[in-house]
């Protein structure tokens, strides 16, 4: 029986993973498990599904990422394999591991920004099955010695990374995903009447690569790859191919393309796109890509904005995706979204760096753990969580009557001269919160009477924001008793420990737009796919680089490595693509200064395409007005200008585009200025013409000798 299918349409995969589900594995739905690669898939194969089954027990649909234990097989796993640890608990961990590695003199704040790409190296090891001491064997190595200290930390860190882990009973990441995976087979084996269909994925470790081969092998599990009609057998495809990864799950697998049936060979017409996943020569167009530029990342989330509401307008049902790849360009896109009051779901989560609470628990450690600052003591009283106005009458106060603040007393004292007996017992309620005596100088201990003294000034600050809550409860649940040398160095500790913490938006299935990464929506249609920040070292990105490996050891190691990863971003970049109206929009420059060059997909795209994609550029206008010009527009056009330049002349237009033009255009040289006395050379020069024509001609008298002096005289001059 055939168990693995193809596809060859994004534009229609989903429906064809229903028609799949409905027609061949609707015995019973409520035993049918669907793994598809993102949250924003399921959800829409999710509203297919009710649009064609109505009122019906629909599958269970999910991602590895949330792929659970369930039935009976969660009382055959040991307590400890179920629980894992947090991405917070990971980071406290190890920064401490770090810093107490001696050998390496890290300090903690230094620890803890280090701690995450340990834990993400970890991670990769264990879920590639790579022992450490095959780092240890690598050959060839350069700098031999500088690696043999990371390979002697790395070694002690993971003993050490271990041990800790297995006191608090709990488990890796990587024996997390491994313990769920064993047992999803295991549940598959028991129970014949249960169903798994796997759509659109391919495994991303070796941990994921071995469950897809393993549970193929079972009668009750089903495929459909990830659309695309052009995989060759015969072909060999290099790691930086789009098709790489793909091509890699069949002969892991074990499949022969000829097998394997396709099930929508007719939906889809090859077209000039196609030219970026393989080497072919096509030539139907697509005239529906735009391609705009922007000065700064300001003036492009503007655009995006304007964009999403103009679409919003034509068409109220609009659906529309803004594809980001940094956090710091996804937040100066939400800030012209909200600003224009656009409704969006967003992917990325809030930056918890962000949140309110967090912002008031940092400007709380700031008061009670470093000298008095006067500006930090009212950024405190001004928070949303606490400002009325009394805190409001207590900085009027102050403002009114005095100029400098020294110490807090300097505050109790105005208010017992110039406020009210209750503004006065108001604030020292205040007072003794963020500036009590802390009685120990351990992590744990100071963490907590920060906390203790949120609670105190906002009694419902848990109630109310329940999200920062259960965020913070590992801080606390891990009870890092680290002593601090320097009580003041707490308030970046905090920062560091949750800095990269995201909080989830929450879900609206009826909004139009959705702000995510580039693999969310690779399998969705919209009317409108706004791909931005499309530069270089941005899209692709290098998210496999480690501080605490090399490139080199990475590949001999068989990591996954940066070539693999160009290839799987760009057959998402293909994939989006696929939509009925594309915008591809980048900033030249970003918050700095410093010009930024185009992703090397875009280059691509344009070699490809020619002249088919519109290229436009933002240009501003008087005020605050905009408008697209073309790549052509902008182009100043002459006859006279020169049509071969050296670098010399490139930066003399750069610099002093005058001096260009007179030079190539113009061709003005500068002449030989006119002293008013001959120098020596010169004068010797001319007394030796003289000198020849008067032996030539035979001349013996001095008046002959003047006039011969004068002819030549006459005859430079004229030169």
């Known amino acids: 029986m055939t168990k693995i299918y193809q596809s060859c349409s994004k534009g229609n995969f989903l429906n064809t993973v229903s028609d799949y589900v409905i027609d061949h594995l609707n015995t019973d739905l409520s035993k049918l498990k669907v793994i598809l690669p993102s949250g924003l898939a399921c959800n829409e194969l999710q509203k297919i599904l009710v649009t064609k089954l109505g009122s019906a027990i629909l599958p269970k649909i999910t991602t590895f990422g949330t792929l659970s234990l369930e039935g009976d097989e969660v009382f055959n796993i040991p307590s400890r394999h179920i629980a894992t640890v947090s991405i917070l608990e990971e980071r406290i961990i190890l920064a401490e591991i770090i810093n107490s590695y001696d050998k390496l003199d890290y300090s903690l704040s230094q620890s803890l920004s280090l701690a995450s790409c340990l834990a993400n190296l970890f991670f990769e090891f264990e879920s590639n099955h790579i022992d450490l001491l095959q780092l240890k064997n690598l050959p060839d190595l350069d700098q031999a010695e500088y690696w043999n200290v990371i390979y002697d930390f790395l070694n002690y860190a993971f003993e050490h990374w271990k041990k800790k882990i297995h006191s608090l009973n709990k488990v890796t990441r990587g024996a997390y995903q491994k313990s769920i995976f064993s047992s999803e087979i295991k549940r598959l084996k028991n129970n014949q009447d249960e169903l798994l269909l796997i759509a659109g994925v391919i495994g991303n470790n070796l941990i994921s690569d071995n469950f897809i081969r393993d549970v193929m092998q079972l009668e009750n599990s089903y495929m459909i790859l990830p659309p695309t009609m052009y995989l060759y057998d015969k072909e060999e495809y290099e790691q930086g191919d789009a098709l790489y990864k793909i091509h890699e799950l069949l002969k892991l697998l074990g499949c022969s393309l000829q097998d394997i049936k396709m099930l929508d060979s007719d939906k889809h017409k090859a077209n000039m796109l196609d030219a970026l996943i393989v080497k072919r020569e096509f030539h139907i167009k697509r005239s529906d890509i735009n391609y705009v530029e922007c000065v700064n990342i300001f003036h492009e989330a503007e655009y995006i904005a304007t964009r999403c509401i103009n679409a919003l307008r034509d068409n109220p049902d609009s659906k529309i995706a803004i594809i980001a790849y940094t956090q710091a360009a996804k937040e100066q896109y939400s800030v012209s979204l909200d600003k224009y009051g656009v409704i969006y779901q967003d992917l990325f ?356 000798f003047i006039d011969i002096g004068k002819s030549v005289l006459s005859h430079l001059l004229s030169a």
């Open 349 to 704: 989560g809030l930056d918890i760096l962000k949140h309110n609470v967090i912002s008031f628990l940092l400007l709380i450690s700031k008061n009670l753990c470093c000298a008095f600052d006067s500006k930090i003591f009212f950024s405190l009283l001004s928070h949303p969580l606490i400002i009325s106005e009394q805190t409001q009458d207590i900085q009027n106060i102050i403002r009114k009557n005095t100029r400098i603040l020294i110490s807090p007393d300097d505050v109790l004292e105005l208010l017992r001269k110039y406020g009210s007996v209750d503004l006065y017992e108001y604030y020292s309620d205040i007072h003794n919160i963020i500036f009590a005596k802390l009685s120990s100088s351990s992590f744990d201990s100071v963490f907590r009477e920060i906390v203790k003294g949120a609670e105190s000034l906002v009694p419902d600050v848990w109630q109310e924001h329940p999200d920062i809550a259960s965020s913070l409860r590992d801080i606390i649940q891990i009870n890092w008793d680290i002593n601090l040398d320097n009580i003041e160095g707490f308030p970046d500790l905090l920062k560091h420990a949750i800095t990269g913490g995201r909080l989830a938006s929450g879900s609206y299935s009826d909004v139009n737009i959705t702000l995510c990464k580039s693999f969310d929506t690779t399998l969705i249609n919209y009317d409108l796919m706004i791909v931005a920040d499309l530069n270089e070292g941005v899209y692709p990105s290098d998210t496999y680089s480690n501080p605490w490996l090399s490139s080199t050891m990475k590949n001999k190691l068989n990591l996954a490595s940066n070539q693999i990863n160009f290839g799987i971003q760009l057959y998402e970049f293909y994939l989006n693509l696929q939509n009925k109206e594309v915008l591809l929009i980048r900033s030249r420059k970003q918050t700095s200064s410093k010009e930024m060059l185009p992703s090397p997909f875009i280059m691509q795209l344009k070699h490809i395409l020619g002249d088919d994609i519109k290229h436009q550029i933002l240009v501003l206008n008087s005020g605050s007005n905009a408008s697209l010009v073309t790549e052509k527009e902008r182009c100043a056009k002459s006859d006279i200008f020169p049509k071969v330049i050296s670098a010399t002349d490139i930066e003399t237009l750069m610099r002093t585009p005058y001096n260009f033009y007179a030079k190539k255009i113009l061709k003005l040289y500068k002449l030989d200025e006119i002293d008013d006395q001959p120098n020596l050379a010169e004068f010797g020069n001319f007394f030796h013409l003289v000198a020849e024509n008067y032996t030539k001609n035979n001349l013996h008298s001095s008046e002959g």
